[in-house]
């Protein structure tokens, strides 16, 4: 695996994100994390919405500030992304976490969501945030190896109105 790194969205990655974006909408599965459903039609005005994210600005109602991170290989190709939630809602202690992360489909099963939430740690920590809460679906065995493997310790799980199982761990950063 080549040297991986964290980077705040940037103008500069327009190409490799949209070939990151349109290989997920292809692919027909969920967008993980939320943040890269936002449409990249007007990429300056989607990269600047994330920072102000981050800051707190224009949030709708019920969202809390969530710093959007960028998984890019040394050759700069984005390779998954993070969204970092500055704090937590009900909802979000629930079923949302503090962490969602995500790896293009072509880059799966190769270690690099283990990295992405290694490293999406370690801004959690320079966020203030000591404890982190992550979370998957029940289904989603990959996941859960993700975050064992960055030392999660299991909580009680949460079931959702339509009997989906949300698996809840805690991770010290």
Same mark, same amino acid.
């Given at each position: 695996?080549?040297?991986?790194?964290?980077?705040?969205?940037?103008?500069?990655?327009?190409?490799?994100?949209?070939?990151?974006?349109?290989?997920?909408?292809?692919?027909?599965?969920?967008?993980?994390?939320?943040? *890269?459903?936002?449409?990249?039609?007007?990429?300056?005005?989607?990269?600047?919405?994330?920072?102000?994210?981050?800051?707190?600005?224009?949030?709708?109602?019920?969202?809390?500030?969530?710093?959007?991170?960028?998984?890019?290989?040394?050759?700069?190709?984005? *390779?998954?992304?993070?969204?970092?939630?500055?704090?937590?809602?009900?909802?979000?202690?629930?079923?949302?976490?503090?962490?969602?992360?995500?790896?293009?489909?072509?880059?799966?099963?190769?270690?690099?969501?283990?990295?992405?939430?290694?490293?999406?740690?370690?801004?959690?920590?320079?966020?203030?945030?000591?404890?982190?809460?992550?979370?998957?679906?029940?289904?989603?065995?990959?996941?859960?190896?993700? *975050?064992?493997?960055?030392?999660?310790?299991?909580?009680?799980?949460?079931?959702?109105?339509?009997?989906?199982?949300?698996?809840?761990?805690?991770?010290?950063?």
């Amino acid at each position: 695996m080549s040297p991986l790194k964290l980077i705040e969205p940037t103008i500069e990655l327009e190409e490799s994100y949209l070939c990151f974006y349109k290989e997920w909408k292809d692919s027909g599965e969920a967008m993980i994390p939320w943040v *890269i459903e936002k449409d990249p039609t007007n990429f300056q005005a989607m990269v600047q919405g994330l920072h102000n994210d981050a800051k707190g600005i224009d949030l709708p109602v019920g969202f809390v500030p969530g710093s959007t991170y960028w998984l890019v290989s040394q050759e700069n190709k984005v *390779i998954g992304a993070v969204n970092i939630r500055h704090a937590l809602t009900e909802p979000l202690r629930n079923a949302g976490g503090h962490i969602g992360y995500g790896i293009r489909p072509s880059e799966r099963r190769k270690g690099y969501a283990t990295e992405l939430l290694r490293l999406s740690l370690e801004k959690s920590k320079e966020l203030g945030i000591s404890s982190a809460l992550v979370v998957c679906d029940e289904v989603n065995i990959g996941s859960m190896k993700t *975050i064992l493997n960055n030392g999660g310790v299991e909580d009680h799980d949460f079931i959702e109105d339509d009997g989906n199982v949300v698996k809840r761990y805690w991770i010290e950063t």
